[in-house]
T-cell receptor
Framework: DGGITQSPKYLFRKEGQNVTLSCEQNLNHDAMYWYRQDPGQGLRLIYYSQIVNDFQKGDIAEGYSVSREKKESFPLTVTSAQKNPTAFYLC????????????FGPGTRLTVL | DAKTTQPNSMESNEEEPVHLPCNHSTISGTDYIHWYRQLPSQGPEYVIHGLTSNVNNRMASLAIAEDRKSSTLILHRATLRDAAVYYCILRDYGGSQGNLIFGKGTKLSVKP
C-alpha cells in the first residue's frame, strides 16, 4: 500500500540529547514537510523540501535540522538547542504542486524528560 | 497570508447533516479554499478544496459564497467517526511554498 510512515509513534529522551525522527513515503512525491503540533493548537511548519538535496526553513526551524538525501526519506533531528522539544511531530508529503493534497503520517509524540 | 475564522467547537447528532462555517473576508483571487480534518492523536487528512464553484466528493461538499468571503463544509450524514478537528485553510495557487497554514480549527463532537 502507498503511504507515509513515521517511526517511532512514541519517543522519550532525556534533556540535552539529540533525537532523530524518521519519515518515509512511497508515494513518489517530490515535496515533503515537517510540522510541529502543541496541545490544542494548529500545526506549525518546521522545514520543507521540494526536491532531493534541497530544503528550506519553515516558521520555527530553530533547534531542528533535516536532510533529504533520498526522495523517499526526510528525517528530522531535534537538537539540544530546541528549548521546548516536547510535542507531536507530523510529516507530510505532496506532489510538486501548491494545490496538491498533503498526505500526513501518523505522527511521533516526543517527550523530553 | 489571508486568514480564516472558524468557531472553536460544534456539536451534531449522529446521522444528521453538519454545516461547518469558515470566514475568510480577506481572501484573494488566487486563494483556493482547502479543508482538512484531524482525528484524535492522528495526522490531518485532506477532505476537499475549491475555488469558486461548489464542490462534492465522497467525503463532503463545499459550498462557497458568491463573494468568496465565506464557505461551508457540509457533512451530509454525520457518523461517530466524523468527530474531529476541522481546519479551513487558504492556499495561494500563485505562491511557491506548498506548506499549509493551520489555525485552531473547529472541534466537531458527534452524539449518538
Amino acid at each position: 500500500d502507498g503511504g507515509i510512515t513515521q517511526s517511532p509513534k512514541y519517543l522519550f529522551r532525556k534533556e540535552g540529547q539529540n533525537v532523530t525522527l524518521s519519515c518515509e513515503q512511497n508515494l513518489n512525491h517530490d515535496a515533503m514537510y515537517w510540522y510541529r503540533q502543541d496541545p490544542g493548537q494548529g500545526l506549525r511548519l518546521i522545514y520543507y523540501s521540494q526536491i532531493v538535496n534541497d530544503f528550506q526553513k519553515g516558521d520555527i526551524a530553530e533547534g531542528y535540522s533535516v536532510s533529504r538525501e533520498k526522495k523517499e526519506s526526510f528525517p528530522l533531528t531535534v537538537t539540544s538547542a530546541q528549548k521546548n522539544p516536547t510535542a507531536f511531530y507530523l510529516c507530510a508529503s505532496s506532489i510538486q504542486d501548491v494545490l496538491g493534497a498533503q498526505y500526513f503520517g501518523p505522527g511521533t509524540r516526543l517527550t523530553v524528560l | 497570508d489571508a486568514k480564516t475564522t472558524q468557531p472553536n467547537s460544534m456539536e451534531s447528532n449522529e446521522e444528521e447533516p453538519v454545516h461547518l462555517p469558515c470566514n475568510h473576508s480577506t481572501i484573494s483571487g488566487t486563494d483556493y479554499i482547502h479543508w482538512y480534518r484531524q482525528l484524535p492523536s492522528q495526522g490531518p487528512e485532506y477532505v476537499i478544496h475549491g475555488l469558486t464553484s461548489n464542490v462534492n466528493n465522497r467525503m463532503a461538499s463545499l459550498a462557497i459564497a458568491e463573494d468568496r468571503k465565506s464557505s461551508t463544509l457540509i457533512l451530509h450524514r454525520a457518523t461517530l467517526r466524523d468527530a474531529a478537528v476541522y481546519y479551513c485553510i487558504l492556499r495561494d495557487y500563485g505562491g511557491s511554498q506548498g506548506n499549509l497554514i493551520f489555525g485552531k480549527g473547529t472541534k466537531l463532537s458527534v452524539k449518538p
